[in-house]
């Protein structure tokens, strides 16, 4: 989360710019995102435990302008439109570890993603099962790889590596 915050920060988001937290969990990004001072937030989540808990955790704060909805992000119909910034944090490894579908799942992924952003809105993925070099053949169509956020490393056998990828896409037309 604070890694993406830096970036959004360096990238000089707008407060006003509509971001989209997809898969949000217990809403602990839209919090983070909504004390930053971003003004426009939406989050969804399938789950209708997780949608609750999101906006329960948001009152407790105070949050009472962001939106929850319930919502398969695979199966949106056009809903999600528009946005500046969309964020996912350990929902596409979800839905690409999900046993039932992973390979169809992963399709309406990308296009979903490409359907709710706008032209040259951002994309930011952090994934803990897919490597950088596997997110960048994913998202090669229809996007613009911006940059990678830095992560932990560790060394073993002699070689480098990450348990963590953090991308960031460009929409483009
Ligand atoms: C690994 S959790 C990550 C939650 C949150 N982003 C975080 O970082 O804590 C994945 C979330 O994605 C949601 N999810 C999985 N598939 C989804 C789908 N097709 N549409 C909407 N939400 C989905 C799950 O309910 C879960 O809350």
Redo the contacts with the bound molecule.
Sequence with gaps: ?TRVLRWMDKTTIPENAAIL??????G??LVELAKHGYKNLTG????PA?VALARNVLQAEDLTDVTVKE?????CQGELKDFDVCI????F???SL?PENAKE?KKL?VQAIKDALKDRGFFAI?SCNWTKEQLLARFSEGFEFVQELPTPSFQFGGKTGSSVAALIFKRIL
């Design positions: 989360m937290d997809i898969g949000t969990g217990n602990a990004f969804i989540d399938y789950s997780s919502m398969d992000f695979l199966n996912d944090k350990g929902t490894d979800a839905i999900n799942g992924y952090t």
